[in-house]
C-alpha cells in the first residue's frame, strides 16, 4: 500500500504553502489550470481528501466524498463551457500509468478534436 506524500505539490496547494489560481472549489474538490498545457485547454482536478491515485481513492473514500468528487468534475467542465464540444477526462494511475504527482487528479483536456 502507498503511503500518501504530505510534500507532493497538490497537497501543498491545498494547505496554501504554494499559491493555486482556482478555477473551481467546493468541498470536496478544486480545479486549475495545469502548468504544462497538452491540449489548448488542460485543467486538473483534484480532492481535498489525502488520495494517492484512483485506486487508492475508491478504495478508502466515503461514496460521499467519491461522488462529491465526480459531481465537481462536471461542474468544472459545465462551468467552462466544455460540454458542447466535449473534452476528455484521464486519470493516470501509477507507475505504469505514468503518473508524476502522487496525489489523485483527474486530467480534462479540450479546446480541439484530441488525436488518441
Ligand atoms: P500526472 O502525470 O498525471 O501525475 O500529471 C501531473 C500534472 O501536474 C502534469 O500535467 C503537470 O504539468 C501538472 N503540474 C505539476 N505541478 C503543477 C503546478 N504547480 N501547477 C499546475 N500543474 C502542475
Redesign the pocket.
Known amino acids: 500500500m502507498k503511503v500518501y506524500d504530505e510534500s507532493n ?2 497537497a501543498k ?1 491545498l494547505k496554501g504553502d ?1 499559491p ?1 489560481n482556482k478555477i473551481y472549489e467546493d468541498q470536496y474538490a478544486i480545479a ?5 498545457p ?1 491540449a489548448p485547454v ?1 485543467l ?1 482536478v483534484i480532492p481535498k481528501g489525502a488520495y494517492t491515485d484512483f485506486s487508492d481513492f475508491t478504495s478508502k473514500a466515503s461514496s460521499e466524498e467519491i461522488s462529491g468528487f465526480f459531481k465537481a468534475v462536471g461542474a468544472v467542465a459545465a462551468e467552462q463551457g466544455l460540454v458542447d464540444g466535449g473534452y476528455r477526462l ?3 494511475t501509477g507507475r505504469d ?6 496525489h489523485l ?1 483527474v ?1 480534462i483536456l479540450a479546446g480541439k478534436k484530441l488525436a488518441f
Open positions: 505539490v497538490f496547494m504554494i493555486v486549475f489550470a495545469d502548468i504544462h497538452k488542460h486538473l484521464v486519470m493516470n500509468g505514468g503518473q508524476e504527482v502522487p487528479h486530467h
